[in-house]
């Protein structure tokens, strides 16, 4: 494969794939998108030394494997931004196409956006404000918000608030100027609490209003803090009290369920439980693929055995408040799924009645099954939701792979966190390259990812989240000895130096 790499990148992708494999237009999409995903690291890892030669060819190879797709572009923006290459960021993400992105997608463009004509200097002052702005606007057209984003989006609106129009309005201290400085204070302060009041924690946030506030106060400016209301507020997404833990007897089952094959499951089970006790409804995903027949090693049963164990003990398992429903992924690409129960459509012991019968057969039309998820649930919005995906493998239709991580950002704004059992070991070929289309699909919403290891065992794979609104911060507010229109003067001119 590291031939493979090195010919790509002397030779461009299209003249190495022809070579390689005659009409590329024949090429699956998923040999294209592994190579973009190791191109990609190939090209970071050149980034990150000193010589950087033959690096943009690199991620310019990158990109066009993986078709230029939306996701992978975000991805590669992301990169040059916490490499402060606002140039090479810029460059790609003007090829982003948002007309047909999701509300989620597009809010994060508009961010970067914002992020990028901030670090282009004063000129562009007033591009990021209104960047950030539309970034506030779109996500807040989401069924459920992201908190956290706008948090920082909110906080950035706050910071631009204060300082992109002050070259315009230079001039004598007067009362024109004391009415533009009041009016622009307040509405930083309000844009600080609105980030405040989606993410508490936010510690920029909260340095730039109780440092600001503290110049208002000493510098006697009249603003009354009675007067600063949040408007258009949407109910932020929070967390709700988890579930107490179910514990199993007769008297408390809705059903006599089967007792589970506990020899069948991996020792450190009580990890996805845990992971999953808190929802409200939880629908699962189950891959019943021809290659789901293929024994596990240390069990001495197949992995649908395993994966039909798994829904047995979970339902035996969690609180029998929560809402279960099931549906199948196998059989053709154009196919209809062979069990498909929404939740609250059917008992726990009808779902594994039905879960019984299935057979393992056919491809994996993963994309096309996940398209139809999100109509599965319940429509109540105070409802805690869960996917949990149970799998040997990728989309093996004709969609590109990539959709996933699109299609995850889609779920979440549905108010839906993806779980993942995976029955992918290293040594698979496409062990590396699966495991990255899992962690983007469960970093949106911090869900858990974990790989059933030959040994039996449950194994970790998340890989953490380095998504920029965790680890970009834009600068906190400076205050100066006066808070008045020299000062604003003095800021921005530190600011475009």
Known sequence: ?????????????????????????????????????????????????????????????????????????????????????????????????????????????????????????????????????????????????????????????????????????????????????????????????????YNPDNIDALNNRDSLTAKVEEGNIPIDFDTIMLENMIQAYSDTTESTEFDINASDKIDTLDEVNIAYLPGNRKLILDALKKYDELLVVGDISGSMTLRQPSKGVSRFTIMKETVLYLASNLNNKLKMGMISVGGSCNGSALLDHPVSSITRVGLLNEVKSLYPNGGTPLIKTLRKAKWKFDTEKTNQKALLLISDGLNSCYENNLDLCLLAEELHSFGIDIHIISFIVEGMWEYEYAYELYNCMIKVDHGSLYELQDDGEFKDKYEGDDDIFDSFLLPSIKVGEDLNMNYLKIYHKELCN
């Open 1 to 197: 494969m590291v031939i493979i790499l090195v010919a790509c990148s002397i030779q461009g992708p299209k003249k190495f794939l022809s070579k390689k494999f005659g009409n590329i237009e024949s090429i699956p999409d998923s040999v294209k998108t592994k190579l973009a995903f190791q191109m990609f690291e190939k090209a970071k890892k050149c980034y990150a030394t000193e010589k950087k030669k033959g690096c943009e060819q690199m991620m310019q190879d990158a990109y066009e494997l993986s078709d230029q797709h939306s996701y992978f572009i975000q991805e590669i923006v992301d990169f040059f931004i916490m490499e402060e290459d606002y140039k090479e960021a810029t460059r790609y993400l003007r090829r982003l196409n948002t007309e047909t992105l999701s509300y989620a997608v597009r809010s994060r463009y508009y961010f970067f956006r914002g992020i990028l004509e901030y670090k282009e200097g004063c000129s562009s002052f007033t591009d990021a404000y209104y960047s950030f702005k539309s970034a506030a606007y779109l996500e807040n057209k989401r069924e459920y918000p992201n908190a956290e984003h706008l948090s920082m989006v909110y906080n950035a609106m706050g910071v631009m608030k204060m300082v992109f129009g002050a070259t315009s309005k230079t001039g004598p201290k007067d009362d024109s100027y004391n009415i533009w400085i009041t009016k622009d204070i307040q509405n930083a302060l309000v844009l600080f609490k609105k980030s405040l009041y």
